[in-house]
């Protein structure tokens, strides 16, 4: 039995491309494979620590070898727990609209403070050391516009990039894109390009 995590990043809910996209991807991974589990996190209902002084000197304890104070070990305790799902997971997919060519503020958010030393990385004289290898992600993209290889906007997009650097980071390469395109094109355009995403979603999760 596999455990899936996925990742909801739009406050759209209803009106969402990438929601929309990915929770028809998890009916059908359900019909595909029931035994598996699927935990649900959505970042607009985390209580995710501010990442403040407390918060850097607790990172940064461990690792300069640092013995932390109570407080810097109590976030670094909510660090740790809020990585937790990632760690356990298979299988992360994430639904992440575009945001200023970028990703939601809150998904970085979660990112940051999730991303630490002996947590979902280290590093040595190797270099950095992702300690989720053997795991597969699937990222639903939704972007406003064409930002396909060859396009004049492709440059513009930090979306795509950075999730696959930090995927990569964390040790995660088995990475698949699922874009939901030209949502800012008019509803017919806006439509078609969910259902065709949708279409390829479904057609994806047996084999996910």
Known sequence: MAKLLYVETSPRKQRSASTEVARAFLDAYRTAHPADSIQEIDVWKLDLPEFDEVAFEAKYAGIEGRERT?????????????????????????????WNWG??????????????????????????????GGKKALLVLAKGVDYSAG?????????????????????????????????LYGPEVDRSSRDAATASGRALAASF
């Open 151 to 183: 396009s004049a906007t492709a440059p513009w997009d930090q979306q795509t990039p950075y999730l696959k650097v930090w995927l990569n980071s964390i040790g995660i390469t088995d990475i698949t894109l699922l874009p939901v395109e030209k949502s």
């Open 103 to 132: 990703i939601p503020y809150k998904l970085k958010h979660l990112i940051d403070v999730i991303s630490m030393k002996d947590v979902l990385f280290t590093f040595d004289e190797r270099g950095l050391l992702g300690l989720l």
């Open 70 to 98: 109570p407080a810097q070990q109590a976030v670094w305790n909510r660090f740790v727990a809020l990585a937790q799902p990632f760690r356990d997971a298979d299988k992360i997919v994430l639904s992440v609209p575009m």
